[in-house]
């Protein structure tokens, strides 16, 4: 079955760095566009970065650019994100998602919490 298993969250301080990773199984990753959204409490959930199958192209949130980054490796189907210079309002549950295409609806892992404080 398709699993997304998020890990590498935790407490840090500010100006602080993480790497999360998300261990896909179950599904073609390399066919798979794949993305870090996060949410906080009371809020929605939102995209904080997004990269295609092979790559090619990355996007980010506002918020994050110059400070997160997003790989992958098509070869161990893992994803992460390099968070760097955190900050208090980084703080969120931090989630996976894989996407096709429309006809798909998307995969989504069960989120791993970040904390940044002092």
Known sequence: QVQLVESGGGLVQPGGS?????????????????SWYRQVPGKQRE???AITSDAGNRNYADSVKGRFTISRDNAKNILYLQMTSLKPEDTAVYYCRAFLDTFLPPY?????QVTVSS
């Open 108 to 112: 989504w892992g069960q989120g791993t």
């Open 18 to 34: 993480l790497r999360l990773s998300c261990v896909a199984s179950g599904f073609i990753f390399s066919m798979f566009t794949m």
């Open 47 to 49: 995209l904080v970065a």
